[in-house]
């Protein structure tokens, strides 16, 4: 079998680098891991690799005394930097070294591995990039939705990133009822993070929290986040009625409930609906445009859904696993 190259994968953090070793294996790599610099100083002497993915915070010898070793052998070997570090000066010592890119963990993996390919086909050395911006994650500011999980039933908050740093997410507090909830140390909770093109989500614990002004909660920082979705398809805002129901396992009659859709694509779609159906369930969807001949009968999954801020309607995102040429007619006219 032919392979696209060969990649070293150097990171103290073994189950990463087990996750990024599978990953690119199967996009068809030929993968090396190893968890210390002096054993990447070694790796690099021995064998003649398309690529490495360095971390710049290793035990034995750290990642830009690593990188230096690395230019002094192989100078053009591109090299893509991914760490936790928010040290401007040590990013700028990794750039100076010419590094062809860098990522801050957490990262997406299926847009580290477009990386890597991309890398690899130019192989230019000196050219520094960033992920593209649609897979920047945990900027200041940014939206997101948190999931308190107490034992006593889930209920997801709006919130928003307040700050970051090398192992920690800072999330504003979340509020129910005008005031700012009390979570203790050590709950467990699930982040969730639109992008431009795909929902992103994770499962952290809570390590402090503060009451002040303004109530924050610090969570321990991922340092590897997956695509929850991925929208193949350009979303189209439409308010249009829509039928559903659950689709059961031996139950002929279908017990129909009546929503509309926020928006809409060939992949999917956000719909507003009046209960709460839950992520993982299989619904009939009809989307009646306009008459019963008009009728675009589908099935879809639930991804994900949320209350519908403080009205009682719930907003769930659909993947439709069918598809039917009347819905690419209603998008195109």
Do not use: W
């Amino acid at each position: 079998m032919v392979t696209k190259g060969s990649v070293l994968v150097v990171d103290d953090e073994i189950n990463l680098c087990r996750i990024l070793g599978a990953k690119l294996t199967k996009s068809g790599y030929d993968v090396v891991l190893v968890h210390d610099g002096m054993q990447a100083v070694e790796k690099v002497r021995e064998a003649d690799f398309d690529i490495v993915l360095l971390d710049l915070i290793l035990p034995k010898m750290d990642g830009l005394s690593v990188l230096a070793k690395i230019r002094s052998m192989r100078n053009s070997l591109p090299v893509i930097v991914m760490t936790a570090c928010e040290n401007a000066e040590a990013l700028e010592q990794a750039r100076m070294h010419g590094v062809s890119a860098y990522v801050s963990k957490p990262f997406d993996l299926d847009s580290l591995v477009n990386l890597v390919e991309c890398t690899s086909q130019e192989r230019v050395a000196g050219t520094t990039r960033k992920m593209p911006e649609t897979t920047v994650l945990f900027a200041k500011g940014q939206k997101v939705t948190v999931e308190i999980q107490n034992g006593g039933g889930a209920k997801t908050y709006p919130s928003c990133i307040s700050g970051k740093s090398d192992q920690t997410l800072t999330v504003e507090a979340p509020r129910d009822g005008g005031g700012a909830l009390s979570v203790p140390p050590r709950t467990s909770v699930r982040v969730g993070l639109a992008g431009t093109d795909a929902y992103y989500s994770f499962t952290s614990y809570v390590l402090s929290s503060s009451g002040d002004s303004e109530p924050i909660l610090v969570l321990d920082k991922p340092r590897v986040i997956y695509r929850a979705q991925r929208r193949l398809s350009l979303r189209v805002p439409l308010e249009i009625p829509v039928n559903y129901a659950r689709v059961v396992e031996d139950e002929s009659e279908l017990d129909f409930e009546s929503g509309f859709t926020r928006d809409l694509s060939l992949g999917g779609a956000c719909i507003v609906v009046p209960e709460e159906v839950l992520p993982g369930e299989i619904l009939h969807v009809e989307i009646r445009p306009k008459s019963s001949k008009d009728v675009v009968s589908l099935v879809a999954q639930v991804l994900r859904s949320k209350r519908d801020g403080a009205e009682p309607d719930h907003i769930i995102g659909c993947r439709f696993t069918t598809a039917e040429e009347k819905l690419r007619k209603l998008l195109e006219s």
